[in-house]
């Protein structure tokens, strides 16, 4: 009898495909485990021994955790898009009602935000306080070369900050 193939690997790794023998050969080795998303690839199965069936299938590979969010900028791990912003003195527009986040190189020396009832603004991972004046200073230490700039949501969309 012609030795049977290996088992599919855990974690979605192929069907392993056993050796071709006759009586008495020994059985193939068994495919490398499938790989997880982002992961990486499970081992080999073992191969039979002299007489017995093809080797079992490899173990599927552990899956990959997620990138971080925002690349290598201010924002890095903060928020996947942040709106770039290239001057020292900015007006935000309206914000809408969802959160939001912004991220600037430019040297700011302060800040200010308006209409933010409900919501919160970080700066840097600092919160600030928005109630009419302005952030005090001095600002929290650059990350990444600059700012931060992190909103949560809220329910006025006329919201907005200012730096300078």
Request: glycine share 30%; with cysteine; aromatic share 4%.
């Amino acid at each position: 009898m012609a030795p049977s193939g290996g088992a599919p690997g855990n974690g979605g790794g192929p069907a392993a495909t056993g050796g071709m023998g006759g009586i008495m050969a020994s059985g193939g080795a068994g495919g490398d485990g499938g790989r997880g998303l982002g992961g990486t690839i499970g081992t080999a199965g073992r191969g039979g021994s002299v007489g017995s069936s093809g080797g079992a299938g490899g173990s599927g590979g552990a899956a990959g955790a997620g990138g971080a969010a925002g690349g290598t900028g201010p924002c890095a791990g903060v928020c996947a898009n942040p709106t770039k912003v290239t001057t020292q003195s900015y007006s935000s527009p309206g914000l809408g009602l969802g959160a939001a986040c912004f991220e600037t190189t430019a040297n700011i020396l302060g800040g200010n935000c308006y209409n933010f009832a409900g919501r919160t603004l970080k700066l840097n991972g600092t919160t600030e306080t928005c109630t009419g004046t302005n952030w005090p200073t001095p600002l929290p230490a650059k990350k990444n070369g600059g700012y931060c700039i992190d909103i949560s949501a809220g329910s006025n969309s006329s919201a907005g900050f200012t730096t300078f």
